[in-house]
């Protein structure tokens, strides 16, 4: 069983690489990271080349939270939305989106939908 969560874990860090490696935020066009745990969703918008995050949003904060659970895809999707309002306040209205290791699927899917429904292009 070792050796399976030290593949996957060597597996994860590869793929995390290969995605961040094609992309880099600009002050044009921030790279809008994820990070996806248990029971949380958290985003931010990232400015790479003067190293600044010019938005954040997460289901651990008031903005962020409702009523039910914070780990599933209606909580994405509200992040979803709260990250597109808050970009549009910022003056950003095209991003590069960074997924991470984890797959285009279920909470990270939801997330970008509703960031594009909010009026962010990717």
């Given at each position: 069983?070792?050796?399976?969560?030290?593949?996957?874990?060597?597996?994860?860090?590869?793929?995390?690489?290969?995605?961040?490696?094609?992309?880099?935020?600009?002050?044009?066009?921030?790279?809008?990271?994820?990070?996806?745990?248990?029971?949380?969703?958290?985003?931010?918008?990232?400015?790479?080349?003067?190293?600044?995050?010019i938005a954040a949003a997460g289901t651990y904060e008031a903005g962020g939270r409702g009523e039910g659970p914070n780990?599933?895809?209606?909580?994405?999707?509200?992040?979803?939305?709260?990250?597109?309002?808050?970009?549009?306040?910022?003056?950003?209205?095209?991003?590069?989106?960074?997924?991470?290791?984890?797959?285009?699927?279920?909470?990270?899917?939801?997330?970008?939908?509703?960031?594009?429904?909010?009026?962010?292009?990717?």
């Amino acid at each position: 069983m070792a050796n399976k969560n030290k593949y996957l874990s060597a597996q994860r860090t590869r793929r995390r690489h290969r995605v961040r490696n094609r992309m880099q935020g600009t002050p044009e066009r921030p790279r809008l990271t994820v990070f996806r745990s248990l029971q949380h969703i958290s985003v931010q918008l990232v400015d790479d080349l003067s190293g600044r995050t010019i938005a954040a949003a997460g289901t651990y904060e008031a903005g962020g939270r409702g009523e039910g659970p914070n780990g599933n895809k209606d909580a994405a999707a509200r992040i979803g939305q709260l990250i597109a309002e808050r970009a549009k306040q910022a003056g950003v209205t095209k991003i590069a989106f960074d997924r991470g290791h984890y797959k285009y699927h279920g909470r990270v899917a939801a997330l970008a939908e509703a960031a594009r429904q909010g009026g962010l292009e990717f």
